[in-house]
């Protein structure tokens, strides 16, 4: 057979490539074009880009990262936020009902206050650092230290702690039988690990009864977790004089009232929050290795980590193909079965009982999550709206995933937007919830776009690859 292509280009394969202009003739023909005309053969429209494909130069977005940059570094802006939050936590003294809440916003209030003072007096290049930090050590580290050196927290706190100890003595970290609501344990059996310093260090010396307190696990890991995906996912490499850091933002991001007040009084799912980010840096990133382990730990946490997996599988199957996202696959679920199978086999009643059942209200003792959100409010009209709420949220779901099937993430920012939804979704159609739930799509949402430096979702392509200009290649013989 002779080839009719054109020699010395080679043309564009795959799913996801396109191409600027088809060569059609011979260099001969290409020649006899006159000077400052378009050589002829060379389409004059481009190859319709394919959906999801990157270009470069990227297009502008409607919303820049240097315009949000700038409109961040607005006095205004930051007096806006200090007052919002200062208004966010002295509401919690006059309408929660647990003290511990109540104390969080004794203290935060007035730091809040004094760091939006702070940002309109003092000069700019160290308003908004003296602002941080004034906020950071008011609304979380006073409030913090108080209650770990007094012993007070919530109910979680004292469930993961205690779910250690049943793990040391009994080999599983559910009670048989629960009588109470704080006999419960909702998490799944890796999240007895933040309870294990507590077993080790006591409770006999201030400093035992702070450093074995889970709540400084907890804030660990999600500050661990969110400084190494900010390290992934940010545009220039080490070494490069990269002057962004990440302390300012992860200062701001945990001194704001969604985040302060779940570290100060529980912070359970602050590890959470920051593994989901960092899995899906990681698969960005092609390390399929990590990617799995870090999933497999979330998957072993909670079980509404259990999305995290399928779209941080989707988003290495869009980039890098069927053999990393298969390998993060199968490292995902398979420590995940290897952690919770024992625990299924041996006690399946109390953790169908209390993981599964006792979150959605499914259980004789409701669970004390009780914020007005829709499906908690549909669930309080009774056996029919609890019904409905269950419906609804898994229709919701069902609708997330189909979505997800259909235009599969190409960055981490895509990827944590799309779980951010489901995970909205979840939590607002539940029949029992909390605000504090919603800590996670936020964050989610915010930190991989400050880590990139970047609002789209759209990964950049690199710089060589100019749209419009064919790619060279050796003829075939």
């Avoid at 570290?263 to 399929?288: H, K, N, S, W, Y």
Wanted: hydrophobic share 50%.
């Amino acid at each position: 057979m002779v080839s009719t292509r054109t020699p010395g280009y080679l043309r564009p394969r795959g799913r996801f490539t396109g191409r600027g202009r088809t060569p059609a003739q011979t260099p001969a023909t290409e020649a006899s074009s006159g000077p400052g005309r378009r050589p002829r053969g060379f389409s004059v429209q481009p190859f319709p880009r394919q959906r999801g494909e990157s270009t470069f130069p990227p297009t502008p977005d409607r919303l820049s990262a240097a315009g949000l940059a700038r409109l961040a570094s607005m006095r205004t802006v930051h007096l806006l936020g200090c007052l919002v939050a200062a208004g966010w936590a002295a509401a919690f003294p006059l309408v929660s009902d647990l003290p511990n809440q109540r104390q969080w916003g004794l203290i935060a209030a007035p730091a809040y206050a004094l760091a939006g003072l702070l940002c309109v007096t003092l000069p700019r290049r160290f308003a908004a650092r003296a602002a941080a930090g004034v906020a950071l050590a008011g609304a979380v580290l006073a409030p913090l230290g108080l209650l770990a050196l007094t012993g007070r927290h919530q109910s979680e706190v004292m469930v993961v702690e205690r779910s250690a100890h049943l793990l040391l003595t009994t080999g599983t970290p559910y009670l048989p039988h629960p009588v109470v609501v704080t006999d419960y344990n909702p998490y799944l059996p890796a999240m007895s690990l933040f309870g294990m310093p507590r077993q080790l260090l006591g409770d006999s010396t201030a400093f035992a009864r702070v450093a074995g307190d889970a709540r400084i696990w907890f804030a660990l890991t999600f500050f661990a977790c969110l400084l190494a995906a900010w390290r992934l996912l940010r545009p220039a490499r080490p070494g490069s004089g990269d002057p962004r850091a990440p302390l300012l933002p992860l200062a701001v991001l945990t001194a704001s009232p969604l985040i302060a007040l779940a570290l100060a009084v529980g912070g359970v799912d602050l590890p959470l929050i920051g593994v989901c980010c960092l899995a899906m840096a990681l698969a960005e990133r092609d390390r399929t290795v990590g990617a799995g382990l870090v999933l497999a730990l979330a998957c072993t946490l909670k079980w509404t980590a259990w999305p995290a997996l399928p779209v941080a599988v989707l988003l290495l199957w869009r980039l890098y193909g069927r053999r990393p996202a298969a390998r993060t696959a199968l490292i995902g679920a398979g420590v995940s079965t290897v952690v919770i199978l024992p625990s299924a086999l041996a006690h399946a009643g109390a953790l169908r009982e209390q993981v599964v059942r006792f979150p959605l209200g499914m259980t004789a003792i409701r669970t004390p999550a009780g914020s007005p959100l829709p499906g908690k409010v549909l669930a309080g009209v009774g056996p029919t709206g609890h019904a409905i709420s269950l419906a609804l949220m898994t229709v919701a779901l069902v609708g997330v995933a189909i979505w997800l099937l259909a235009r599969p993430p190409v960055s981490a920012i895509g990827a944590a937007d799309l779980l951010a939804a489901g995970l909205a979704i979840a939590f607002m159609l539940a029949p029992a919830g909390r605000f504090g739930y919603l800590a996670l799509p936020v964050v989610l949402v915010i930190w991989p776009r400050l880590a990139a430096g970047r609002w789209s979702s759209r990964r950049p392509a690199p710089p060589d690859r100019v749209r419009g200009r064919p790619q060279p290649a050796v003829p075939r013989a």
